[in-house]
């Protein structure tokens, strides 16, 4: 007696439902067995405050290929090899994506203590992974000895894990220089290089507005080569300064001393020096450069160069602006214009 078409109907239906959530499961255990856990274990033994609760240490979790690279790959190769042979829609192949992500990211949060900024910024890199791995084993999954071949590369994996984290961080070097034209003679500009009043405009840049401090003002106990300056941003934080060079009307050179003990900075990125220098550009204007100086501790390092460089721009131009526009004022105050 054969079955009755709504039975296998429902038996199909079923069935696709098991794979999808094999695929979910099967691809996110996988990637947490054979990476974070091999990652989490290799901290412990290099920085032994780790701690996996709200009381962890800021700046000891290391970012680098083996979190934001390999851990995506194969949790997604591992989920589209676990889907089966059978054909998959391309809507549940999404959202098998989507599922493995959401997880991760709770994980990172929970965990981790993972903030925001830091997921936005992980986002576009890490779904073009698991979408990498996942289109490897749909594509792997019709290939007789295609679970031979990962079992085999489970070791090479884990032992990669381990090397890279053992390791040292990048230390990458980065310098970003930006400029603007003030309709005023430098000596307008000068007065508001060494410390400016705290800028009320509200910060405009969209990390800002996610929770990532924006710069507010500047403060120096006195204008000297040796003072200790502050450059102060929102929320309370800060990062110490000593100026090293300061040429009245030309220059202002420090070296940073306190680095800002945000989460989503601090240990990442480690800012070294900055300087602002004048230089007249024509009748009353004056070009205002502003250069930062900082290291990357993240991989992989081109991808976060082009975040870290975006953010170190958004800061000069705020300074900046805010410099331009109060020397323009003073200017148009004392010509009577």
Known sequence: MSQP????????????????????VWGTLTGWALVFLPYAATLLVKHYDVKFNPGWEIGTYDYNFSLLLILPVIQGLAGGLARGRETQ??????????????????????????????????????????????????????????????????????????????????????????????????????????????????????????????????????????????????????????????EPGKRLAFRVTEQMKHPEIFGHVTFDEGEMVLTPAGRNRTRLTMIGRYRLHVRPVPYFAWWAEDVTRHIHFRVMGYMKTLAERDYRADSGK
């Open 89 to 246: 829609t391309i809507p549940s192949g999404w959202g098998v994506m989507a599922l493995i992500l959401i997880l991760d990211f709770v994980g990172a949060v929970l965990f981790m203590r993972e903030g925001i900024i830091c997921l936005v910024m992980a986002f576009p890199l890490v779904v073009g992974l698991i979408g990498f791995g996942y289109a490897m084993g749909r594509g792997l999954v019709r290939w007789r000895r295609s679970r031979t071949v990962s079992m085999s590369l489970a070791p090479l994996i884990v032992l990669g894990v381990v090397v890279e984290t053992a390791g040292p961080l990048p230390n990458q070097p980065q310098a970003v220089s930006d400029m603007v034209i003030v309709n005023a003679p430098p000596e307008y500009v000068w007065r508001y290089l060494v410390d400016y009043p705290e800028n009320p405009n509200p910060s405009s840049y969209w990390l800002w507005q996610a929770g990532l401090p924006a710069p507010t003002h500047s403060v120096a106990a006195v204008p000297a080569v040796g003072a200790y300056r502050e450059c102060r941003f929102t929320g309370g934080y800060a990062y110490g300064e000593i100026i090293t060079e300061l």
């Open 5 to 24: 078409d709504s039975e296998k109907a429902d038996g199909t239906a079923w069935s696709a439902k098991s794979r999808f959530w094999r695929g979910v």
